[in-house]
Structure formats: C-alpha cells, structure tokens
C-alpha cells in the first residue's frame, strides 16, 4: 500500500473546496441506475448533497475515498448509493434467491444505532435492486444474527465488537469483501476500537476498495489512513446546517448544584416539547431523568448501558414526539438522526471541544432554526473557553432570574467519562476521553481541573 502524506483539513479544504449549496447535478447524472435512482425520488431527494456529488463518482471509479463529513450532510446515501450501483454492475449477482450470497461489501461504525440507521439506509435505496444486506451488533442475543449471516447478505453493517465475536465463533465468512467502509472512524478511535479495526483488517482480503468517513482528522485518523488507503480521492465538506451561525447558541451561568432546578425551569416556562440534553456521564444522565420524571417531566436516557430495546424505545418515542426529554451521553447520542431538533441543551459541557459542535449540529436540522442552550458552572469556564476557541467566537451569555450564580464559588475538578462504553456485548479496550483524561490505574476515576476564571469582558447580562 502507498504511504500517503495525508494534508491537513486546511488543505483538504483547497483541495475540495466547501459546499454550502446542494450542488446542481441529479442523481442520475452521477453514474447511478435507474433502480436507485428510483429509491431515492421516492424517498424524496431530487438533488444531491455536496458530498454526495463528490462521492458517488468517486466511489463508482472504483478508487479508494477519504471522506471528512459529519452526520448530516447526506454521507451515508453518499457511500452507500454508490457502493449498490458497483454491486449491481459486477457481475457476481446472486442469480435467483436461492443462490448463497457472500459478504461483499462491510460497513463498520462505532455504534449501535448508527449501524441501524446505515442499514436501513442500504434497504431503502436498494429495495427495488435484487441485492439484500443485513445488521450486527453487540447487546442483542447473537442467534439472529448467525441465522441473517447463514443465509448470506450481500451488504453487512457491523460494529467491531460483534463482527469480531461472530469471526472467533466461525459464524461469519469475510473472504468475499470487496468494499469497506470505515463510518465515522474519529468515533470509532474515541471508543478505543482501534485494536478491534486492526484484527477485522487483517482478516479481510487485501484487495479490496476502502472508504474512510470522519468528521476530524487527528494524528491518528492519519495514521489509519495512511495504513488503509491506497491513493484515495479526498473530500471534505461542512455539513449543511452544522455552521454554528444558523444556530442560536446561549450560556446560562448557574451554580452546579442549580442545574437541574434549572433545567425543569426552562422546559416548563418556555414550554419546550423536544429536547435533547447532554449529560457527561452515563451515571449523570440517569440522575437527571430520575429528577425531571420527579418534576413531572417526561425523560429517558440513552447510553451504553442501556439495553438496546430500552435504547430503541427512548429513540422511538422521543422521535414521535411522544418523549420531551432524551438525556444522552456523547457517544449514544452519535449518528442518529432527528430533523428538526427544535432544543439541544448541553447540561455539562463536553470535554472535546469538537463534540459541541457535534451536539449543537443536532438542532435546526432540514434547514430548521434550532436553540442550543448551555448551562455552565464555575468548574467548566476553561472548558467554556476551549470551545469559543475553537468555533471562533464568544456565546452569548444570559443569567436567568432566580438562579444568579454565586460570584465567590470555587472551581471543583470535573469528572470525567473514564472508560466509555464502547456499546458492545462485552468489554473492549477503552481510552478515556478528552484532553486531562489519564489512562490511570485501571478503575480508578480520573479527574480534570477546569478552573481557570473566565475572561473578563462583560458579555453576562
Ligand atoms: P446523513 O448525513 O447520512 O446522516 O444524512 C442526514 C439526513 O439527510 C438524513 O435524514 C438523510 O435522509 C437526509 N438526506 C440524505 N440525502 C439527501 C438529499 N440528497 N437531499 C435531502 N436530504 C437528504
């Protein structure tokens, strides 16, 4: 494989200028059959998003793909309405239904509802071609899945963790690949899969086509890259709505102890309907919802240690409309997809500063205005101001009456989300996340100090 010096996103940038605007091609213009393209029209999309019109061509050539997308700018249908047209033209089709089909194409993402969602993106855009596909992934009893793997899916949409188990028990024959791809790998480096991607690597073939999706491009992200792609074609795009300006961002300065009084405030005065609330930890998101169901509030949580019909229901329920609050961790909360989110709050602000950006992304979706709202202690200012950094500009700050923060409080260390769950069936090498995590003793909770005082400047009203 040829080493590939991987550009930063700066040059990606140059490379593949940003699209805010759909681009001005159909579907059909992009190399797509008629059967596809038919799918898609009936799921409502006329044109293209800009990585879709980037993607699609590309992935059709045959040729490897970096791709920096986030959730949101149309990237799943980007890789996988091409990836059904190179299945459709090659002429290993199963004949008749009762041909046994073989695992040609492996979609990896880092969670479980995001492997879902692909999957059901792979049916609805392939209902009318004669291929099929299928989903694995920890949490859920095994069984129906040896049985799906049995009987052959052309496309398979895994989480590491669960492919690897089908691999170690022999239920699952990966000699067939011919396309991989790598959803959201930031994420999945985060969870600490690196070692899990690396096996499920040297398990395929090594000819084979590979896609890489990532909304960042750390060191590491490169470093796969470079072990991964061969001379892939480079794409970067900002999702649609992802641009911090289309979204109202607010900081409600509160003392810690306040926040949940807070909270129910807010969503009882402003009559808030759906609204989705970060927590930093799986242990604060139960809290949380055990105090807003006392309030009266109607509240689920979702996390890693949720069973997964539990997760589904919340989901479900919260996307219906049926649900006010969905409470989740980071990482649970990653790759669904709900349009039009009118409320995200952020009740303890992330410790990657990227992910708040993920999060606020969440709102406003489908060209919907949206509100993200951030109740921020004492013990989060440097946190506060690593994301100002980062977005390049100040929040607007607002103090709610009734709930002034005290001026003389004193910065406590946050606890952090030490070992993340990575949402599988059993337990998997984790890194702690963000910048202060430790990979201390085994079990023991790091902690981070964030006290430094916020800069002064007047912006509090
Ligand atoms: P994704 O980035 O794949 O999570 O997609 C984000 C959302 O955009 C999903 O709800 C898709 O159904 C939707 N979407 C995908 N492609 C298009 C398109 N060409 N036009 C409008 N919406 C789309």
Redesign the pocket.
């Known amino acids: 494989m040829t080493p590939l010096a991987l550009p930063f996103a700066s040059e990606l940038k140059r490379i593949a200028p940003l699209f805010f605007e759909m681009s001005m091609s159909t579907f059909s213009d992009l190399g797509l059959s008629e059967s596809i393209v038919r799918a898609v029209a009936e799921n409502g999309?006329t044109?293209?998003?800009p990585i879709?019109a980037q993607a699609i061509p590309a992935v059709i050539k045959g040729g490897d793909l970096l791709a920096g997308a986030q959730?949101?700018?149309?990237?799943?249908?980007g890789f996988t309405l091409p990836i059904l047209e190179r299945l459709l033209r090659s002429t290993n089709l199963a004949k008749n239904k009762t041909d046994r089909r073989s695992i040609r194409v492996l979609v990896l993402t880092p969670t479980r509802e995001l492997a879902a969602q692909v999957e059901e993106s792979i049916r609805t855009y392939g209902k009318h071609t004669p291929l099929n596909s299928g989903v694995i992934f920890g949490g859920v009893g095994i069984n129906p899945q040896i049985k799906l793997l049995k009987n052959g899916v052309d496309i398979l949409v895994a989480t590491p963790g669960r492919l690897l188990d089908h691999h170690q028990q022999g239920t699952i024959d990966l000699r067939h690949v011919e396309i991989l791809v790598l959803d959201e790998a930031d994420r999945m480096l985060d969870m600490g899969f690196i070692h899990d991607i690396k096996k499920v690597l040297a398990i395929l073939p090594s000819k084979r086509q590979n896609l890489l999706f990532s909304a960042t491009f750390s060191d590491d992200i490169k470093a796969l890259a470079d072990r991964l792609l061969d001379n892939p074609a480079m794409i970067e795009v900002a999702r649609r709505n992802s641009t911090v300006e289309v979204i109202s961002q607010k900081v409600h300065p509160v003392d810690r102890d306040k926040k949940h009084p807070m909270l129910a405030h807010l969503i009882k005065t402003q009559a808030w309907s759906q609204v989705l609330v970060f927590t930093r930890t799986k242990h604060g998101a139960n809290k949380l919802v055990e105090q807003l169901i006392k309030d009266g509030i109607n509240s689920m949580a979702i996390h890693g240690n949720k069973s997964q019909s539990a997760r589904t229901k919340a989901l479900a329920e919260f996307k219906d409309g049926s649900l006010t609050v969905l409470v989740a961790t980071d990482i649970a909360a990653r790759g669904i997809?709900i349009?039009q989110l009118p409320h995200v709050v952020n009740y303890d602000l992330p410790n990657v500063p990227e992910d708040y950006v993920h999060r606020i992304g969440r709102t406003g979706r489908a060209g919907a205005t949206g509100e993200a709202v951030s109740l921020v202690c004492v013990d989060e200012f440097k946190l506060l101001a690593d994301i100002e950094k980062l977005i390049k500009r100040p929040i607007p700050q607002e103090i709610i009456d009734g709930f002034i923060p005290d001026p003389h409080a004193k910065a406590q260390p946050i606890q952090l989300r030490s070992f993340p769950n990575p949402g599988q069936s059993r337990g998997r090498s984790g890194k702690p996340q963000g910048k202060g995590a430790s990979p201390s003793a085994a079990g023991k909770r790091p902690t981070a100090q964030h006290n430094s005082p916020r800069r002064s400047g007047g912006r509090g009203s």
């Not at 959730?71 to 249908?77: D, L």
């Open positions: 999309y044109t293209p998003t879709q959730t949101g700018t149309g990237k799943t249908a997809d349009d």
